[in-house]
């Protein structure tokens, strides 16, 4: 008997629909992410990319059905839960005008570390992240690339289980985004979940084993990649994703 791997992520039969809109955003989804995967979501813009992984962080709670992360049920501030995660959203989530490591502190404290783990997790993230030279100037005056390390290093100052990742090379040069793709290779070789989303397809083609596409809020296509390609008879997840969204504009 096959031995089914322990799951990062189990989402049965869920629903969710914003109070204030009569369409519903999703109905009886059903997802399940194994632990250690390099994990890719994909869809055009308002597909429910982000609505999904809001419901996944607890930022949203579902209507209907029920998501757990390692085991654990997701949304009503549950803060073992939340410990079990980073987020790395594509708007920047610190403060412009304090340094890398002041920002560090404040959201090592806030994820729960003490003085030692934080100051021994900031040396080391700055030093993985280049931005050692930077680590006590605002950031407010760091270029683009640099304010996404700072945002990467915040996501995983608690040294998360599971990583989210909300288009995390957005506007960056090509020598960052080697360096925040290898980052994440390594941060996965040794336990980390991740679960990606980007619209840089030949990036997420690099860094993802496994991959879901949805659409109005309904998953049309998910496994392996090179699985799926094959299934769809396409050679990259670009042409993938062009068949089975189409070439229409999206707001």
Sequence with gaps: MAVTPSLA???????????????????????????????????????????????????????????????????????????????????????????????????GAWAGLNKIQI??????????????????????????????????????????????????TVGVDVQTRTAIISYLRTLNDNGTTLIYTSHQLNEAEDLCEQIAMIDEGKIITQGAIGDVLKEHKHESLEELFINLTGKAYRN
Excluded: C, W
């Design 9 to 107: 992520i189990s989402i049965e039969q869920m629903g969710f629909k914003y109070p204030d809109n009569t369409t519903v955003s999703f109905a009886d989804l059903n997802l399940q992410v194994a632990t250690g995967t390099r994990f890719g979501l994909f869809g055009p813009n308002g597909a429910g990319k982000t609505t999904l992984m809001n419901l996944m962080t607890g930022v949203l709670s579902a209507d209907e059905g029920s998501i757990k992360l390692l085991g654990q049920e997701t949304g009503n501030q549950n803060k073992e839960v939340n410990r079990l995660f980073g987020f790395v959203p594509q708007d920047f989530s610190f403060y412009q005008e304090l340094s890398p490591a002041e920002n560090l502190e404040f959201f």
């Design 119 to 168: 100051a021994n997790r900031t040396d080391e993230l700055l030093h993985i992240l280049g931005l050692e030279d930077v680590r006590d100037k605002p950031v407010e005056k760091f270029s683009g690339g640099m304010k996404r390390r700072v945002n990467l290093a915040i996501g995983v100052i608690h040294n998360p289980q599971i990583l989210f990742l909300d288009e995390p």
